[in-house]
């Protein structure tokens, strides 16, 4: 299983979505009926069946698989005809959603949900009856869509390739000067990949209006395509966000964003979105993005009002809105009418009672002008570790001629893969390096946001992030070199954990299966 996960990885597979996700899914052995809307890759098991006109919005998680210490628990996932299944869900192996059933968005389902009701929470409980007010007319399915949306995924899978192209131009214009070559060509290509998105966001993503659209019409396809491109920038323009520079680009793409604001590596729609003075968007946040159903695609504004919080992976959802001085906290959703002030944690959101602390504000909301000027000058450092994974990719090629040059391309071919591993293992290092050197061991304590301290771990964060994970990390999870590695940071990994992720940012106070 994890074999055949790793090759879906490997081969580009968990990149589909369109037409091309459902023949994938079909491949697998997935039975999909007529008109299912499929936002979310299917379990590489195939034991996944799609009843006739089921809509799995983004980010759901259908693996039908998980570990319980050393047992591992497989099983078949069934979601029924009309059922709909909410953004950034779990369903657990075995569950089973009954026709026209709604799970809401982040729930995690173990167990049947009878048809026609809606269930919510984690673990999801019934919440009542599946009342989500879709047209009651389902729209057309036409093949002319099927189409737009199978090539638009292909187009946007080459972006990357064409922001590369004029990085190796400017790399062959300093070839007699590689150090130089490569700082250059890494900037061109990002900026040529940035102005990229920059563009297909502004031209898919304008003009937007809320309400019930055709899934096959281009209202939907448009708001479906600026959601991709938004994915899209947050990994590979990842320097960028939790930046000063964020704001800067998230109101270049369209969104209304208000003077003091933090950001970070948000998904949204831009042009439908609004973000108040001082707000604060942590890690992975979902602002108002879209609904699938019945056929159709909502699309809805979304604000964070004046001095609002929404935690790591918090969720917006489309015509709702963060109250101004509003929290809203990790992995929480937030409640429909919030009032002024509250705070919420959640799936569904809980009204936690919150009293505000006092702090220095010049060091959280109006810093001096000394702390904006020394902030951006650690940002600008995030460059390095791009160039150091540019500067990697040139060696690894030039070690692969090298060999071929001396026993054949053959050979070379065959001796590739220890190449990629050496050259993996180096990019790990560096990063392990970069996290003692800026950071050092992390401890029990807090640290406002102004300081450099929090901007140095986000530039160790960069390190992980850009070279560390596409290098070799990102490809070795539930394996012991995973292991290895968060050791390496710092984690107390005991023996034989499994462990697959590699998001563990305050390394040192983590204790994975380790005796105290």
């Known amino acids: 299983l994890w074999t055949a996960e790793k090759l879906a990885e490997f081969s580009g597979a968990t990149n589909l979505a369109g037409v091309w996700l459902t023949w994938y899914a079909r491949a697998l052995g997935v039975s999909v009926g007529t008109g299912v809307d499929m936002h979310m890759l299917p379990p590489v098991t195939g034991m996944l069946k799609l009843g006739k006109g089921c809509a799995i919005e983004p980010e759901v998680d259908l693996a039908g698989h998980w570990l319980d210490g050393d047992l591992l628990h497989v099983g078949r996932i069934r979601i029924g005809a009309g059922a709909t299944v909410g953004a950034r869900s779990t369903l657990l192996p075995g569950a089973r959603i009954g026709k026209r059933a709604e799970i809401a968005p982040g729930s995690g389902v173990r167990g049947s949900v009878p048809a026609g009701q809606y269930w919510s929470g984690v673990p999801a409980v019934r919440s009542g009856k599946a009342t989500r007010r879709w047209p009651a007319d389902r729209p057309v399915r036409k093949r002319g869509w099927t189409f737009a949306y199978g090539v638009t995924s292909l187009v946007l899978g080459l972006l990357p390739v064409v922001a590369v192209v004029p990085g190796l131009l400017v790399l062959l214009m300093f070839r007699a000067e590689l150090p130089v070559g490569v700082a250059l060509a890494t900037v061109t290509a990002l900026v040529a990949y940035a102005l990229l998105v920059l563009v297909g966001v502004r031209v898919f993503g304008s003009g ?34 939790a930046s000063l520079f964020t704001p800067v680009w998230l109101r270049a793409l369209g969104m209304r964003v208000g003077r003091g604001v933090e950001a970070s590596t948000v998904l949204a729609l831009p042009s439908m979105t609004t ?209 290895l590695w968060l050791r390496g940071l710092g984690a107390r990994i005991g023996r034989g954990a499994w462990c697959e992720s590699y998001w563990m940012p305050e390394s040192d106070l983590i204790r994975i299966g380790a005796p105290r």
């Open 208 to 241: 937007l209006r809320a309400g019930y659209h055709p899934v096959h019409g281009a209202m939907a396809w448009r708001a479906w395509t600026t959601a991709r491109l938004m994915g899209m920038a947050r990994s590979t323009l990842f320097p960028l966000y």
């Open 275 to 483: 973000v108040g003075d001082g707000a604060f968007l942590a890690d992975d946040t979902m602002v108002g993005t879209y609904e699938l159903g019945g056929g159709w695609l909502r699309i809805g504004a979304a604000r964070i009002g004046k001095r609002a919080f929404l935690g790591n992976s918090g969720m917006t959802a489309p015509g709702r809105a963060v109250p101004k001085r509003g929290l809203v906290g990790v992995l929480s959703a937030t409640p429909k009418r919030a009032k002024a002030g509250s705070s919420y944690l959640g799936m569904p959101p809980i009204k936690l009672p919150r009293a505000a602390d006092d702090a220095d504000t010049s060091r959280t909301f109006d810093p001096p002008r000394k702390l904006v000027l020394a902030r951006a000058l650690v940002e600008l450092c995030r460059i390095v570790p791009m160039m150091l994974a540019a500067g990697l990719a040139v060696a690894t090629l030039a070690g692969f001629a090298v060999v071929a040059s001396h026993v054949g391309y053959g050979i070379a071919v065959l001796l590739g893969g220890a190449l990629l591993l050496v050259a993996g293992v180096v990019a790990a290092v560096v990063a392990i390096v970069a996290k003692w050197a800026l950071v050092g061991r992390f401890t029990v304590t807090e640290h406002p946001l102004w300081c450099s301290f929090v901007w140095r771990n986000e530039l160790a964060d960069t390190f992980v992030e850009v070279l560390a994970v596409p290098w070799l990390v990102g490809w070795v999870g539930g394996t012991p070199l995973m292991n």
